[in-house]
T-cell receptor
Framework: KQEVTQIPAALSVPEGENLVLNCSFT??????LQWFRQDPGKGLTSLLL?????REQTSGRLNASLDKSSGRSTLYIAASQPGDSATYLC??????????FGAGTRLTVKP | SQTIHQWPATLVQPVGSPLSLECTVE??????LYWYRQAAGRGLQLLFY??????ISSEVPQNLSASRPQDRQFILSSKKLLLSDSGFYLC??????????FGSGTRLTVV
């Protein structure tokens, strides 16, 4: 059964720092991996979707990479801002199944 | 474009009362639909998913049920709520390679 782990569980950084969030999964037979952002009390907002044939996706200050063989993905946030404070979730999709989510990384960016 | 609507946003219900949460999707046909629950400080737990009208799969045995009376409508119900049913309920639709899109969520508090 697929298990998704996110490290660290929480992260606090000063504004302006570049940071990396990690996601690992146990079964490499995935079709895609998706990173989400969740603000307190809100739904999930999709940030980046990486197909299994891709190695990375970029959107603005965000860059997500995928290494299927090692079961890892990273979300890189450049020049962090207080508005980036949120919980970041990664999820993997296997055909014929639902998406499996990690427990998330709670990010705090201090002004 | 595809949009997903979920209501109500918040709900306070007494123990033993019934529940009905509704989710509708626009801009797509025959979507895969999902109900997730997120308990405080925990990850997302898949409750039900549906691949078509009248087709419901349950992931977790509990006193909740789901129905799909129309192609783009997904309803989460309970006949008698328990305190343990409190949580944040999220509806999502998934299009495989296109990833998941989530609704804004319903905060349910059972008192």
């Amino acid at each position: 059964k697929q298990e998704v782990t996110q490290i660290p569980a929480a992260l606090s950084v000063p504004e302006g720092e570049n940071l990396v969030l990690n996601c690992s999964f146990t079964d490499s037979a995935i079709y895609n991996l998706q990173w989400f952002r969740q603000d307190p009390g809100k739904g999930l907002t999709s940030l980046l979707l990486i197909q299994s044939s891709q190695r990375e996706q970029t959107s603005g200050r965000l860059n997500a990479s995928l290494d299927k063989s090692s079961g890892r993905s990273t979300l890189y946030i450049a020049a962090s801002q207080p508005g980036d404070s949120a919980t970041y979730l990664c999820a993997v999709w296997e055909r014929g199944n639902d998406m499996r989510f990690g427990a998330g990384t709670r990010l705090t960016v201090k002004p | 474009s595809q949009t997903i609507h979920q209501w109500p946003a918040t709900l306070v219900q007494p123990v033993g009362s019934p529940l009905s949460l509704e989710c509708t999707v626009e801009g797509t046909s025959n979507p895969n639909l999902y109900w997730y629950r997120q308990a405080a400080g925990r990850g997302l737990q898949l409750l039900f998913y549906s691949v078509g009208i009248g087709q419901i799969s349950s992931e977790v045995p509990q006193n909740l049920s789901a129905s799909r009376p129309q192609d783009r409508q997904f309803i989460l119900s309970s006949k008698k709520l328990l305190l343990s049913d409190s949580g944040f309920y999220l509806c999502a639709w998934g299009a495989g390679h296109h990833g998941y899109t989530f609704g804004s969520g319903t905060r349910l508090t059972v008192v």
